[in-house]
């Protein structure tokens, strides 16, 4: 079981509706991450929080709105979505952010994802 | 911008064969992490690596980071179905930037 758990696992929605992805993790980690995987492809970051903090924005549109309510909690909200952005969208903790002082980046914990189909 | 060249993008074997997943990139990264994703899962960490010229093994799979660390390997031995997946590499750029590099992937399907 993946100690970083992602709500829901399936979402069909839309194009005018408003709904929101949850993630959760209770490893204390400093760092979540929200990532967008088309089929067999690599995770494309989307954003980066630090600490509760937004630290990189991917030049993501703003019908994605990422939010993290406390250190445990990561939320992206959706709205307004284009059937282009149907994919699979991780959510990641990491014990530390990368710092200029981190020799490298501390490894990704990944939920299993929800699964967004926008009709 | 630094980037990771993976290959073979695909790999279908047979039960029992060895295999070599190479990840290139000019430029020198801090660390190499490797992935496995399953299908309908999220991609779980196998390694990390760190120094120049190491080798680490699990079980049946041995990676290894190149002497400039700016190339990894990943092989397995006597490939069995359960290895199947998404196998992705993914860098730590050097200069304390927050976001991995990954390559491509390589999907691997190994047959009964």
């Known amino acids: 079981d993946t100690e970083v758990t992602q709500t829901p696992k399936h979402l069909v929605m839309g194009m005018t509706n408003k709904k929101s992805l949850k993630c959760e993790q209770h490893?204390?980690?400093?760092?979540m991450y929200w990532y967008k995987q088309k089929a067999k492809k690599p995770p494309e970051l989307m954003f980066v929080?630090?600490?509760?903090?937004?630290?990189i924005n991917e030049s993501v549109p703003s019908r994605f709105s990422p939010e993290c309510p406390n250190s445990s909690l990561l939320n992206l909200h959706l709205h307004a979505l284009q059937p282009e952005d149907s994919a699979l969208y991780l959510c990641?903790?990491?014990?530390?952010?990368?710092?200029?002082?981190?020799?490298?980046?501390?490894?990704?914990?990944f939920g299993n994802g929800t699964r967004l189909t926008v009709t | 911008t630094q980037l990771l060249e993976q290959s073979p993008q695909f790999l279908s074997i047979q039960e029992g064969e060895n295999l070599t997943v190479y990840c290139n990139s000019s430029?020198?990264?801090?660390?190499l992490q490797w992935y496995r994703q399953e299908p309908g899962e999220g991609p779980v960490l196998l390694v990390t690596?760190?120094?120049?010229?190491e080798v680490k093994k699990l079980k049946r799979l041995t990676f290894q980071f190149g002497d400039a660390r700016k190339d990894s390997s990943l092989h397995i031995t006597a490939a069995q179905p359960g290895d199947t997946g998404l196998y992705l590499c993914?860098?730590?750029?050097?200069?304390?930037?927050?976001?991995?590099?990954f390559g491509k992937g390589t999907k691997l399907t190994v047959n009964p």
């Open positions: 990641a903790s990491s014990l530390l952010p990368r710092t200029a002082s981190s020799s490298y980046n501390s490894p990704l914990h």
């Open positions: 690596v760190v120094t120049g010229g």
């Open positions: 430029s020198v990264f801090s660390s």
């Open positions: 993914a860098g730590s750029p050097q200069g304390g930037s927050e976001k991995l590099v």
């Open positions: 929080y630090s600490y509760e903090k937004l630290s």
């Open positions: 490893m204390g980690h400093r760092a």
